[in-house]
């Protein structure tokens, strides 16, 4: 099952799943349109944006109703099984038919399939599904469906997250020394606190490694007046992004990944980047611009290393590594194989305080999350379009200026268009290829539109990176500001969501 995961923007697992299914399985695509992934899947489901927790309690009603779950290792492995099972049992798939859109029979259909195959494999998304303001109780509720049908620790089944391979061992260390920072008053990393704070007037100076602020921040506009407040804006970039352009006092030219050393992680292997070619002119590498920094600054001991190889070699002092260095990639010809399993959780030892997959879990609520996968509905507006964005293979986070300084990429993707339903353009006026303008409380935004069958009515959809686009996104937070720290990589995440109206020009 594709949950949320477009294969156009993760081309390594595409390949992947073309080869699964010649070889016999079964592939389903569940997304709010028909994606490219749809050409590789037996069954396309789309639902409305922001019900996929509603289907997975719908699927694992039918799991437990029909008794399809795996009791041994539900007994073994799961705590909170009688609170789950008491709580789908009130959602049925006739209740989660009338808020996906998605037909009562197709949703039993998909729990029985889905619960009686092994291995079942789901490879969960993360651009849009987690982009929405009830984003963070999809990946819960769909995270319980493997454990219900034993579906961990097995080759070929589980949950197959879209960033890395932790779950399998993955990972490398941190040399972000936390522990050193002094008392004071900190902003959590928090997209939606961020923002505040630069509103608030409370961060005067902002640097910009990498990062186009009014492109990757939801709510653009309100980053846009608080990196305005700011008495210095410093934007380090290998092109003039939008931030840079609009707020930046100064820009720094940064290195290229050929001008700089360096090592890349994959879910597999650890390569080295070696250094091939000189930077030209002024373009100095972050390591560089770090530690001149902190010597002018007299921060002795904030970047203790001598050489670009001593924060690599920190990094990558990881068990999964093999306890790696520079010097040895160079010496093994530049690759090495990961040390960690095939399969996710191998010892069927999980990191939660009971050491099992909680399915009511006390953490969650201790930090201000349900402790169980709850659907809540999305609040009424005034705007009556569902507005999504996504990932394409012609953009991809911010690099090279989303695509725009590559020729290539700009002329296959070269202008905003934005996906509408067929009945929703005709009740605008809006015809396929036309000028539109789309636009809501915040702000509007120009493209034009696509008009297509591929996506559900009431639903339009953009890939994101767009300058501008955030003028239209809510960014408010996802989860607390509790539990950033407990999601690492991706707890900051703010929602981007947007009910909108589209109109012609």
């Keep these: 099952m594709l949950w949320g995961a477009n294969l156009a923007s993760q081309p390594n697992t595409a390949r992947h799943v073309a080869a699964a299914r010649r070889r016999g399985a079964r592939v389903v695509t569940i997304d709010v349109r028909e994606t490219e992934a749809a050409a590789q899947s037996h069954e396309v489901l789309i639902l409305r944006p922001g019900t996929d927790t509603a289907l997975a309690l719908a699927m694992m009603n039918v799991i437990v109703a029909e008794q399809l779950y795996d009791r041994d290792f539900i007994e073994r492995y799961t705590v909170g099984f009688e609170a789950l099972a008491g709580h789908v049992a009130r959602h049925s798939p006739a209740w989660a038919s009338e808020i996906t859109g998605i037909p009562a029979d197709r949703i039993v259909a998909l729990a029985r399939r889905y619960a009686t195959t092994r291995p079942s494999m789901i490879v969960l998304g993360g651009s849009s599904m987690h982009k929405g303001a009830n984003g963070w109780t999809a990946g819960r509720a769909v995270a319980c469906l493997p454990a219900l049908v034993g579906q961990v620790g097995i080759p070929g089944g589980g949950l197959g997250p879209?960033?890395?391979?932790?779950?399998?061992?993955?990972?490398?260390?941190?040399?972000?020394?936390?522990?050193?920072?002094?008392?004071?008053?900190?902003?959590?990393?928090?997209?939606?606190?961020?923002?505040?704070?630069?509103?608030?007037?409370?961060?005067?100076?902002?640097?910009?490694?990498?990062?186009?602020?009014?492109?990757?921040?939801?709510?653009?506009?309100?980053?846009?007046?608080?990196?305005?407040?700011?008495?210095?804006?410093?934007?380090?970039?290998?092109?003039?992004?939008?931030?840079?352009?609009?707020?930046?006092?100064?820009?720094?030219?940064?290195?290229?990944?050929?001008?700089?050393?360096?090592?890349?992680?994959?879910?597999?292997?650890?390569?080295?980047?070696?250094?091939?070619?000189?930077?030209?002119?002024?373009?100095?590498?972050?390591?560089?611009?770090?530690?001149?920094l902190a010597r002018r600054l007299g921060l002795d001991d904030f970047y203790p290393w001598a050489t670009d190889e001593g924060p690599l070699d920190a990094i990558l002092d990881h068990p999964s590594t093999g306890h790696a260095t520079i010097a040895a990639l160079r010496a093994e010809g530049g690759i090495r194989a990961l040390r960690i399993s095939h399969v996710a959780h191998p010892d069927l030892v999980f990191p939660t305080p009971s050491g099992k997959i909680e399915l009511v879990s006390q953490r969650a609520r201790e930090i201000g999350l349900p402790e169980l996968p709850v659907y809540e509905a999305p609040p009424r507006s005034s705007y009556p379009l569902a507005f999504r964005q996504g990932r394409t293979l012609t953009q991809f986070?911010?690099?090279?200026?989303?695509?725009?300084?590559?020729?290539?990429?700009?002329?296959?993707?070269?202008?905003?268009?934005?996906?509408?339903?067929?009945?929703?353009?005709?009740?605008?006026?809006?015809?396929?290829?036309?000028?539109?303008?789309?636009?809501?409380?915040?702000?509007?935004?120009?493209?034009?539109?696509?008009?297509?069958?591929?996506?559900r009515t009431g639903t339009v959809w953009m890939r994101d990176g767009w300058e501008g686009v955030n003028r239209l996104t809510s960014g408010a937070a996802a989860i607390p500001d509790e539990a950033v720290e407990v999601f690492g990589f991706s707890g900051g995440q703010a929602a981007f969501d947007a009910m909108v109206e589209v109109a012609a020009r």
């Design 162 to 292: 879209r960033h890395g391979s932790a779950t399998h061992g993955q990972a490398l260390t941190s040399i972000v020394a936390q522990e050193r920072r002094p008392p004071g008053r900190y902003v959590p990393s928090q997209m939606a606190r961020v923002t505040e704070a630069l509103v608030g007037g409370d961060v005067s100076v902002m640097l910009l490694f990498g990062t186009d602020m009014l492109s990757s921040y939801a709510d653009a506009e309100q980053v846009a007046a608080g990196l305005d407040r700011c008495d210095l804006v410093v934007a380090y970039d290998l092109f003039m992004n939008g931030t840079a352009q609009r707020h930046a006092d100064v820009v720094l030219p940064a290195t290229a990944w050929l001008e700089e050393l360096g090592a890349k992680s994959t879910n597999t292997h650890l390569y080295l980047m070696p250094k091939m070619l000189e930077p030209p002119a002024d373009c100095r590498t972050v390591t560089w611009i770090l530690s001149e």
């Design 397 to 455: 986070h911010g690099f090279y200026d989303h695509g725009r300084a590559l020729p290539t990429l700009a002329a296959a993707d070269p202008e905003p268009v934005l996906w509408i339903a067929p009945a929703d353009a005709a009740a605008r006026g809006v015809v396929d290829d036309g000028p539109i303008r789309i636009y809501n409380e915040r702000g509007e935004f120009e493209a034009r539109a696509r008009v297509t069958t591929r996506i």
